[in-house]
């Protein structure tokens, strides 16, 4: 009996490390989901009260209606904006690790570094787009390159936070044990630092999507940016607040998707 209990308790420990626990997504999930209803309630009580015309502002009914009526067009939009906001921010992520591991390591390359990260991420991107558009033409290339530079340093700065917090004592043990600077940091400095990253990354994610849809505008590509750029030219407003609608839950979506992340990867410490 006591084998079976403790096979029993051991069960739903091995159901959330190792497959997909369904309450622990429902706990998470709920409070977003309440969000979505108040901000829908909020939408119709303006809407109504301030009796908005509707090719300034439809009423939630009607804008998701436009969703399901144009959503072929819509998703073809939107998977093109979050491709390129996943790409960029794979980008922007690796390069903001490299660049925080090697400041962290290195005084002399912070001083000589750390001064043009700094420029090229408070550049203007408005300012650099023709540049950015001539070197990577009018495709993926300038839309990645436009989510890199805004979403890096977010996620560079965390990181950078988070290897300097790594205990004095667990540095100390390692250089006594004569482990090399590599070892230091995949089992120290990386362990320690995996918290302030995805603090990073998670403000990095939401404005993937924002970058994405700014490149789109600047360049013409065929994304959400565009979309919405169209459908204000032919004051079509019903699908303007559809495309925006769907912007805001991509980037939700990203969002939750980088806190689920960095949830398994804490389960799978632990």
Do not use: C
């Not at 750390?114 to 290339?141: E, K, Q, S, W, Y």
Request: without cysteine; hydrophobic residues 60%; charged residues 10%.
């Amino acid at each position: 009996m006591a084998d079976g209990a403790s096979l029993a308790s051991r069960v739903p420990a091995a159901r959330r490390a190792g497959g997909f626990d369904v309450a622990r997504f429902a706990r998470s999930a709920a409070p977003m989901v309440a969000l979505a209803l108040l901000f829908f309630l909020v939408w119709h009580l303006v809407v109504q009260a301030f009796a908005v015309p509707p090719y300034v502002m439809p009423s939630p009914i009607a804008t998701l209606r436009t969703v399901a009526t144009e959503w072929h067009g819509i998703a073809g939009a939107a998977a093109f904006t979050l491709r390129n906001a996943i790409a960029g921010l794979v980008v922007a992520f690796t390069i903001a690790i490299l660049l925080a591991a090697l400041f962290v390591t290195s005084d002399v390359a912070t001083r000589a570094v750390l001064p043009l990260v700094i420029a090229i991420r408070t550049a203007p991107v408005l300012a650099i787009a023709p540049l950015l558009i001539l070197m990577f033409g009018r495709g993926i290339g300038t839309s990645i390159a436009v989510v890199v530079i805004v979403s890096f340093f977010p996620t560079m700065v965390n990181a950078m936070r988070g290897f300097r917090a790594s205990h004095r004592s667990a540095l100390e043990l390692m250089h006594v044990l004569g482990s090399s600077r590599l070892q230091i940091f995949r089992k120290v400095r990386l362990p320690f630092a995996l918290p302030f990253i995805f603090t990073g990354l998670r403000s990095a994610a939401t404005s993937a999507v924002l970058a994405a849809m700014l490149a789109e505008w600047l360049s013409g590509a065929p994304g959400l940016g565009t979309y919405i750029l169209n459908a204000a030219a032919h004051s079509r407003a019903n699908l303007l607040w559809a495309a925006v609608l769907v912007s805001m839950a991509m980037a939700m979506i990203m969002y939750s998707l980088s806190s689920q992340v960095e949830r398994w990867l804490s389960d799978w410490r632990g």
